[in-house]
């Protein structure tokens, strides 16, 4: 790494005393090179609560080569904190904005310096000085007007069970407590391919009798993405909106298809005195396979993405899993880097909102990446089960120029698509 000139400087430097030929006390000096560090970038982030950790770092490199950005760009914690300790501000950098929050580093680091809380941190302080990317503080915007990130109205948030060909209860009108509490969230609400897996989850609970509702128009997004992406404001504004709601309501398990919600209502709900038994659906599903009335086998050669929301950040690697293996016909077969060590989407940390930033500081999107990983298993389907990969893997799948060799599906989708027959 180049050094910057003004923060090297000749000194003389005491290292000796004794007595000279006079007899009088001497002290010897020698001219030496010494490195001196403007320590003062380095700490403007350690002062903030939260990113503290940074200051940890000894520079063994352990993150680096698994860091996912670092794959196609120029990066992790062990660089940042190097580039910071040498004088440049993070606050300046568009390094602020490209970590995903995967939690890869912190799994290996030694020194436990934390990329989940630091970048959190630092970016609120970012936000608030009005530093955010255009494209992040649109998604602000959006979610602070709409209740989502995508600024769709929110009167509409429950329009996709009109295409799910089973009944889906709406809490306000059940009037009853419920087993489970769906939590949609908003990609599976909105987006078009989401909306796929939504429906298609209406019809798995239909068939397996789950007593269930949503909360349609009532719900508003977890902004867990948000929070890390520095908008705690918003995070707490919509926590406080949703516990309130949760409140009116009886029931078991709150059961989401997205892992960023169910890491928030695991991790950060408690935070705001709200402790649900809350599960993935994946989980939820995954002990009553024995009940799924599976119809059709499909012959798919299947590699499996995991999610960082749910795997690292939750330990569950194994739902997916059994899920999988359970669909009659499909072969499951891994990629290299999976479970613990798994690549990361991109989408994490508000990188959903972040490709434009990205685009200038990455040789290829993550997600491209990680299709060409799912393509070199000979996999027909990368399945997932996140609602931010859906998308960002079937747009991957077109500028990698492997549309006709790997389709991207939901688990949901594959369940569904082998009970249809
Ligand atoms: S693994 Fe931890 S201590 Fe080692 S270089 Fe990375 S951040 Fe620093
Ligand atoms: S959290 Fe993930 S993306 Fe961020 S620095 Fe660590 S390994 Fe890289």
Redesign the pocket.
Known sequence: MDVEPERIREKKVAIQDGVDISGHWNRMFEQRVIWEYDTSALDEVTAIEGAESLG?????????PVCPVDHVGDY???KI?RKVQMGSSLFESPDLWLCTTCMN?LR??????NMIKIMPAVREQAVLQGKAPTELSQAFENTFRYGNPLGEPARKRADWVKGAGVPVPIMAQLRRPVDVLWFVECYPAYHPRGKDAARGLARIFHALDVDYGILGIEEKCSCDSQRLAGEKGLFEMHTEQNIKTFGKYQFNTLVTADPHALNAFKHEYPKYGAEYTVLHYTQFLAPLLGRIPFKKSLPYRVTFHDPCYLGRHNGEYEAPRRLLEAIPGIELTEMARCKANGYCCGGGGGGMWLDGLSKGHVSERLSERRVREAVSTGADVLAVCCPYEISRFEDAVKSTGNEGKLIVRDIIELIDESMRG
Do not use: D, I, L
């Not at 290996?108 to 310096?113: I, L, N, Q, S």
């Open positions: 940890n770092c000894y520079q063994c490199g352990k993150c680096t992790s914690p062990r904190f580093c290996v680091c030694p020194k436990e310096v």
